[in-house]
């Protein structure tokens, strides 16, 4: 008996670190990552100056209220590398260090996260993290870094799923929580095998601020894309998304200036409905209030942070005028029903669209209007304008 203790021990201990892990696993990103990031408005334009700005208006703005929580700075905040091959910020814009800055964006509350690339090079030209990956993660760790995203520039013939699973080992040696965005711009099906390596990742190139329409690159490259371009793309893809590891249909432009309010208010129903990170790209100290009620809008953020985590399907395509379906924890229905048409349109959703029997009652409520609309029989149509939606929820 005596000498069984150590072995039961050792048993116990080595159960209890495995299910702290598995539970580590499972409470990163267990809903999509909610937050802000710096290169959709600002692009190279980066400083400490701004970060602890946007920290203290997206506490101000109700935005923290609302579930955003990581402030992630993008591509430009490193210059070099030290003697010791150590990254550096940029001394002149970050001259307090990326530490003080963390420690700024944690006492408000909220989370901070920073960008690098799998290459040699980031895709501003900046060091990347190649050959670097555990001594970047280590100094990720010992700033506080709580969300990476890892790009997919200056990569020459590298493999894309073992360039990402090296750092994601260097990420879980550095012993510190942190969500890892795979940005590998879908070349390679990170869907197929971004489980367990990342917990989200882009599904297509760099979305542009407009409805729609696809844009080369000044090198030839192919694209980046509008808003509705990179909808279609996630066609197909549904099924690879879940609690902890998303499809990434990339961040937000909302309140950027490109497209409409009904545009951004259908930018912003889609990227809930697919069960999308909600990656605010846009200028926090300065919100339109109409912006502001879109980004904030509980009822819709309720659709993408349902707890079961799945990801919408189109169930109806007519034209112009498609019905996206997700399926809620509670068993209820989020519907989106919308008209990339340039006229109005009337978008009928039939029961049957949405896994129901047609003879069924249900609920319908009008989410953007946060209206009960009453019960409904066998379907529910309504007039939809053009370049907008109406996004429901149908509950039996
Ligand atoms: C790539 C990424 C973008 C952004 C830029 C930064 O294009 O896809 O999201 O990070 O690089 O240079």
């Known amino acids: 008996m005596k000498r069984r203790a150590p072995i039961l021990l050792a048993a116990i201990f080595m159960l209890g670190s495995l299910a702290v892990s598995l539970d580590h696993e499972q409470s990163l990103a267990s809903t999509p990552p909610m ?8 692009g190279c334009n980066v400083s400490e100056d701004l970060i602890r700005q946007i920290a203290d208006a997206m506490v101000a703005s109700g935005m923290k209220d609302a579930g955003y929580q990581y402030i992630v700075i993008d591509d430009c905040w490193q210059v070099e590398r030290d003697g010791n091959g150590n990254i550096v910020a940029d001394p002149k814009h970050f001259p ?16 901070f996260g920073l960008y690098s690339d799998a290459g040699t090079k980031t895709c501003q030209g900046r060091p990347g993290s190649r050959g670097y990956e555990f001594q970047d993660a280590r100094q990720y ?20 799923r073992s360039s990402y699973e090296i ?9 510190r929580a942190i969500v890892f965005s795979i940005c590998e711009w879908g070349n390679s099906r990170p869907w197929l095998w971004g489980k367990g390596v990342g917990n989200l990742w882009r599904t297509t190139g760099d979305i542009t601020d407009k409805w729609e329409g696809k844009n080369k690159w000044p090198n030839g490259d192919c694209c980046s894309y509008g808003m509705t371009d990179i909808l279609d793309q996630q066609v197909g893809l549904e099924s690879f998304a879940g609690p902890g590891h998303w499809n990434d249909p990339d961040m937000l432009e909302v309140g950027n200036g490109g497209m409409t309010v009904a545009e951004y208010r259908a930018h912003f129903s889609l990227w809930a409905i697919l069960a ?18 879109i980004l904030t809008h509980k009822e819709v953020i309720a659709v993408d942070q349902d707890p079961a985590g799945s990801q919408c399907r189109r169930v109806r395509k007519n034209g112009n005028l498609e019905v996206w379906s997700k399926v809620l924890q509670d068993g209820s229905r989020a519907v989106v029903l919308l008209n990339r048409g340039a006229a109005d ?8 669209d949405l896994g129901y029997p047609a003879h ?25 304008a053009p370049h907008s939606v109406v996004m429901v929820t149908v509950k039996p």
């Open 360 to 384: 069924l009652s249900a609920g319908v409520r009008d989410l953007w209007q946060s209206k009960d609309l009453g019960g409904r029989k066998g379907m529910f149509s309504a007039t939809v």
């Open 96 to 111: 307090s260090g990326m530490k003080a800055l963390a420690d700024y964006v944690h006492a408000k509350g909220l989370k």
């Open 345 to 352: 349109g009337e978008i009928s959703v039939l029961w049957e």
């Open 276 to 293: 999308a990170p909600l990656i605010a790209g846009n200028d926090l100290r300065d919100m339109k209030p109409e912006i502001r009620e």
């Open 35 to 42: 937050g802000w990031n710096s290169w959709n408005k600002f």
């Open 141 to 160: 760790a010992a700033w506080g870094v709580d969300y990476l995203k890892y790009d997919w520039c200056s990569t020459s013939t590298q493999d894309a």
């Open 167 to 175: 750092m994601r080992a260097a990420l879980d040696a550095s012993g």
